[in-house]
Structure formats: C-alpha cells, structure tokens
C-alpha cells in the first residue's frame, strides 16, 4: 500500500494543512470565518467519536468480562492494569519536579508580563477557582459514590460517567458468569452484535479523520491567535521555557519510560508499537481529549497490536478515566512554574504533597479538554501557592493539553500491551505492520 493511503499519513497531513490554515486566517483576520466554515467539521468529528463511545465501552466490556469465563483472572487483569496506571504516574510526576527544579522557568518570566497575564484571564481564573471549590467540598470517599450510578440511562446519557458506564459493564459482565449459560447465552449474543456493529461505525468515522483533523487544528489555531500572530508569539516568548519544560516531560516519558516497558513488559518491537498507535495519537492530539479518542485506542489495539479484546476492553476504558500520566507530569511542573514565577519556595514536604495530590487528581480528572486546570487549583491550594497564578499558564494551555492527551493515550496502550503480554497473550507480532 502506498504511505499516502495509509490513515495515519492523511490525518498527519489534514493536521499540517489545518496549521497552516489557521495561521494564515489569523495572519489575515479571516479567523471567524474559519469557526464558521471549518471548525464545525472538526465539532462533528468530534460527537461521531462521542456518539460511539459509550455503546463501546458498554458491549466491548461486558463480552470481554463474560469471554475470560473465570473472574480470578478479572481479578488479576485489574490488580495489574491499576498498580501499572499508579506505577507510570508516579514515575511521570518524579520526572516532571526534577525538571522544574533543575530548569527552573519560573525565573524567565518578566515580572510586566506576570502582570498582564494574571490580569487578562483573570476572569478565566475565577470560573476555575469556582469548580475547584466545587471539587474541593466532595468528601474523601466521593469518588467511590462517583462510579455507582442511581440509573443506568443517565450514567450512559453523558460520556464524562464512563467511569460509571465501565462498573456497569463489569457488573453485568459478572452477573452474566454467575447466572446458567443458557440464559446468558442470548444476552452475550446480542452484545457481541452491538459490539461488531460499533467497531465497524468506528471504521466508517476514521475516513472521515483526515478532514475532522484538519478542522480541529485550523479552529485551534484560530482561537488562540484572535486573529493576531503577535499575540501568540508574545505569549510563546514569555512562556516558551515552561512550554518547553513540560514538553521535555512528555516527550521523556512518552519515548523513555513507555518502550521500556514495551520492549521489556510486552516484548514487542517499538516500530510495531508507535506505528500500531499513530493513528489514535493523532486523532488525541488534535481533540485534546482521551474520551472522545477512546474509540481509536481500541481500534488500534485490536487490530493493529493484536491485543485480545477481553484485554483491551477492560484497560483502555479504565485507562482513559483513571490512567493521565501527562496531565500528572504537566500539574507537576505548572504547581512549582508558578510558585517560582510569584518568588514563593517549595520544600521537599510540599513537593512531596504535589506529588501525592497529582496521583490523586490523575485518577479524578475527567478524560476532557482542559479539566487539569480545575485539579491545579486544588494542588496549588494545598501547598499554600495562590491558585490566581493559573493564569500565568492559561495562555499556553490548550497548546499544552493537545500534547499531554498524546502521553495519556499511549501510557493507555502501553499498559494494555504489558497486560496482554503478561497474561499469555502476544499483542503483536513482529512482522506485523499497522
């Protein structure tokens, strides 16, 4: 097959097309234009992936429960998903604090520019500070009433309980196990159906990626620039070492601390992992979102790391929700960036409480664009920074949450692929190409 056929080549080049043409939009003052024309694509993009997301999660778990035959081996399969979610996260935080600590981008700043930063969003920083509070008043065990839904149609009506969509499916799957086979029988059937439907439908909308990418990256451009370059190039200028600092992050934990554990936890050549999941970190990197990707990481998983379905369907799902090493790494350099910006000093206890209060906020942060933000506030209040100093980053932000959603999605596939190799299962073969 040509490499211009292949899907991961169209969205890389629908995204290169969709920078340029929001550069120039905004170099020409056509931005609105661009929301109006372009950027709706890229929404309905983005609801075709929603759309399927819950109806995924829901039959692919539920057959995947029901197919092991034996919850001993559920059990086992979720005891090392979780202690290799928390592993990685922690791992990803340690790396983000001896970065800050040892580039240390918060004494770049200019202290104008501090000032007009804290005063142009100040207003953003409000609305933050409102759901942090919100956040903040939910008592410690919260998050276990969080994943027990009162009912069943409301928990499936919004994609931000997928938590709850995923302790339906198990718990159904496991009730499945324990009633006769004949009555299980035609149940099983008819989510194994729903599932083989909603794989193929997840094949219909990646055609349409090339073009959804496009316009997500065109409509982000545009509403950063507000139709003048120079705006963003004096944020980047201003903010371009601490940019630079949670991208080294990223990318040190995305190709250092990953194939470590693919080439030795799964066994598996690095050109068959990072082709495999190319498509599912494109499609992450312009939607900013693990959720909305979540029907791509499947399908890479599936079919192009071979990864068993009863696998795959129980990891990724519980990855997207619980699993946001890049998110972790990033609140761990934006919590120190800040306080070294506002002169304030952070001991090793205080890092040590950044550290456990973003293993906390990994696990709580909803797989959505920019929900870190909110979990910030938490972390800065706990270590005694003023949380206004988010707006010294809300600038660069959704810059930064497009490459942190890329970390996320492969620590999720990177975990399944480890899991799957455990557990007797070849995720791929080495002559395999995606």
Request: with cysteine.
């Amino acid at each position: 097959m040509p490499w211009y056929r292949k899907l991961h080549w169209q969205i890389i080049i629908g995204l290169v097309l969709g920078l340029l043409l929001g550069l120039w939009a905004a170099a020409q003052g056509w931005g609105s234009w661009v929301d109006r024309w372009i950027a709706p694509l890229g929404t309905v993009f983005i609801n075709l992936l929603k759309l399927i997301a819950v109806p995924l999660v829901l039959a692919s778990l539920i057959v995947g429960v029901t197919s092991l035959s034996d919850l001993r081996r559920l059990s086992r399969i979720g005891t090392k998903t979780i202690a290799l979610y928390i592993a990685t996260t922690v791992v990803a935080i340690t790396l983000g604090l001896v970065l800050v600590n040892l580039l240390q981008p918060g004494h770049t700043v200019p202290a104008d520019m501090r000032e007009r930063l804290q005063s142009a969003y100040a207003a953003d920083v409000e609305a933050r500070a409102e759901l942090a509070q919100q956040t903040r008043e939910r008592g410690p065990l919260q998050l276990l009433v969080d994943i027990v839904p009162e009912n069943v149609f409301s928990a499936a009506a919004d994609n931000r309980n997928m938590l709850q969509v995923v302790f339906i499916a198990l718990l159904s799957g496991i009730g499945l196990l324990l009633i006769p086979q004949e009555k299980a029988r035609p149940v099983i059937a008819f989510f194994d159906g729903v599932n083989a439907l909603v794989i193929r439908l997840v094949e219909l909308i990646m055609r349409t990626a090339p073009v959804g990418v496009f316009a997500l990256m065109a409509g982000t451009i545009t509403s950063i620039a507000h139709d003048n370059l120079e705006q963003v190039l004096e944020l980047l200028t201003a903010l371009g070492y601490y940019s630079l600092t949670v991208l080294l992050g990223l990318v040190l934990h995305t190709l250092g601390t990953y194939p470590l554990l693919v080439k030795f936890g799964a066994g598996m050549p690095l050109r068959v992992f990072f082709g495999g999941i190319a498509p599912a970190q494109l499609v992450a990197f312009s939607t900013s979102s693990s959720g909305a990707t979540l029907p791509v990481t499947m399908e890479c998983a599936e079919k192009n790391l071979k990864i068993p379905e009863e696998v795959s369907s129980f990891v990724l799902p519980l990855g997207a929700t619980i699993n946001m090493d890049g998110t972790a790494l990033y609140q761990a350099v934006a919590s120190v960036f800040i306080a070294q910006t506002l002169g304030l000093g952070l001991d090793l206890g205080a890092q040590l409480t950044i550290l456990l209060m973003a293993v906390l906020a990994s696990i709580g942060t909803a797989a959505v664009p920019s929900a870190g933000i909110v979990m910030l506030v938490i972390i800065l209040e706990s270590v005694g920074v003023p949380s206004a100093g988010i707006a010294l980053i809300l600038g660069v932000d959704r810059i930064l949450d497009m490459c942190r959603t890329v970390t996320n999605v492969t620590g999720d596939l990177t975990v399944a692929s480890v899991v799957a190799a455990t557990e007797h299962k070849p995720a791929a073969l080495p002559s395999q190409t995606p």
